[in-house]
């Protein structure tokens, strides 16, 4: 696919991962986070699976809309907005999904619209993220 179809209104990029105890001990190592925000629910649920924490979706959702920057390296997130739907546990496999919604070529913008869903197509997360290039 060319640049120019990556970021074409309606392009889409998916991601998918199946969620590891690993996973969540590493995202919490790398972000030096020990413990999950007030917000978010315990880390294990009763189901005796680890939940995964909000911000691993976040940088899940992130990814893929980075996909439609024209440089990744470059690419600056300039807003996002994400809304949690429901918790990801250990063994779920997440697809994070991003469609370019809106496009300005002046700016060099793009307004990404993103989803979260596990195996049982439940919405984990939504929102939208506004990208900008140099």
Do not use: W
Not at 11 to 16: C, D, E, K, Y
Not at 23 to 50: G, K
Not at 54 to 82: C, E, K
Not at 105 to 134: K, W, Y
């Amino acid at each position: 696919m060319s640049l120019e179809q990556a970021q074409a209104i309606g392009a889409t990029v998916t991601i998918s991962k199946t969620l590891s105890e690993a996973d969540i001990a590493l995202f919490l190592l790398v972000t030096n986070e020990t413990t999950p925000s007030s917000d978010e629910p315990p880390l294990t649920s009763r189901h005796s699976r680890a939940v995964a924490p909000l911000a691993m979706l976040a940088s899940l959702l992130a990814s893929a809309a980075a996909g439609h920057a024209r440089r990744p390296a470059s690419a600056r997130f300039l807003t996002q907005t994400i809304r949690y739907c429901e918790p990801a546990y250990t063994d779920d496999t997440v697809t994070a999904t991003a469609q370019v919604t809106s496009r300005d070529d002046a700016a060099h913008a793009l307004l990404i619209s993103v989803t979260c869903e596990n195996q049982e197509g439940r919405r984990l997360a939504e929102g939208e993220i506004l990208l900008a290039g140099d």
